[in-house]
């Protein structure tokens, strides 16, 4: 529709914010209107971030993180644990736990699971560059660690064995998150599954 | 969270990504990181799209649709008819007409709605500008008309008749929207005044 009434600009970013994940074409046309109607205040500022966005963020070529320094903050931050290394499928995962701050170690993305169903095979991953920074993996005090934390889906799953197969024979220890009722959760919205598994992994009160 | 693990220029990307209709901070993240990933495709565009709009994109001096052309493409296009003007509340309203492609005529955006619990009265609307332009009005064959577009609600409504009450004395016919059963729906879902309206105006089968 939209050429009949505006100009191809309009059009253009129309189209790119309905590629957003959570966008559709409706919402986006609503998203265009309001940072259109907003222009200083959010149209602009929202060109210049993303340019810069565009110009200085990168790949971090140690674990796969996205960040503005390259090898990222995380790599080269001193504080950090460098004995343990946790393994997640994608960089929201490492921002989900940095923000629940999990963890104070170093991360690995593989940027993915495997799925022989969709073609993705172990060279698709940065799985090959996890092994090799694991045989390098030296805790300062007792052993070095690497914590599966991938999503508790079949192909997760799938991926975590694959990787313990490799690292058979590395003076490793692999670990895997817990599982259990999420904090916050009711027993009668949960699966069998994780039922099951809280049982299991019961405590002591 | 961000700042522990990334580069400013991503927080701000998700700081404003998140000020988006439909858009939350955990969507806000997701959409940043999409657009991180995907820099050639999808961000830089975006950031040039963005800029280009802000540059070329402006408020239609006559009607108040947005546009890169100003008057805009719908208040200069000669083979429109410039004897009736469809007011609407907002220039979503204005492309969702357009869309539908429901009217060949001229548009009118007042920019909200009459809400005096908000303090929006009649000088923060475009009504004055609607008045002038309505008191101007020719049709070439014909009586001039207002058609009164505004969404069916409280406010919408009292709208509608206060500028029917500024409109007394014009040479101008004044009509709203049919009230009626939407096209594809089904009356166990509608409320009571969608169906006495539907029952009220029926058509001849």
Chains 1, 2 share one sequence.
């Not at 698709?124 to 052993?143: N, P």
């Not at 998150?177 to 919205?189: C, M, N």
Request: glycine share 8%; charged share 25%; proline share 4%.
């Amino acid at each position: 529709m939209a050429n009949r009434v505006t100009g191809p600009e309009i059009d253009t970013l129309i189209q790119l914010l309905a590629k957003l994940p959570g966008l559709g074409p409706r919402s986006a046309r609503r998203a265009a209107l309001h940072l259109i109607k907003k222009k200083d205040q959010l149209l602009l500022p929202l060109a210049r971030a993303a340019a810069e966005a565009a110009d200085k963020v990168s790949e971090c070529v140690k674990c796969g993180n996205v960040d503005t320094a390259n090898p990222c903050t995380i790599c080269t931050d001193p504080r950090r644990d460098t004995g343990t290394i946790v393994v997640v499928e994608d960089v929201a995962d490492l921002w989900a736990l940095e923000r629940a701050n999990a963890v104070n170690s170093l991360y690995h993305v593989l940027g993915g699971t495997l799925s022989p169903l969709d073609g993705v095979g172990p060279e698709d991953l940065s799985i090959d560059k996890l092994i090799d920074r694991a045989s390098r993996l030296k805790s300062v005090g007792g052993k070095a660690e690497l914590i599966l934390a991938v999503n508790a889906t079949v192909e997760g799953q799938t991926t975590a064995h694959y990787i313990t197969d490799r690292l058979e024979g590395l003076d490793v220890k692999v670990t895997r998150l817990a599982h259990g009722v999420p904090v916050g959760g009711e027993l009668d919205y949960l699966d069998e599954g994780t039922l099951t598994a809280a049982i299991k992994s019961r405590s002591d009160f």
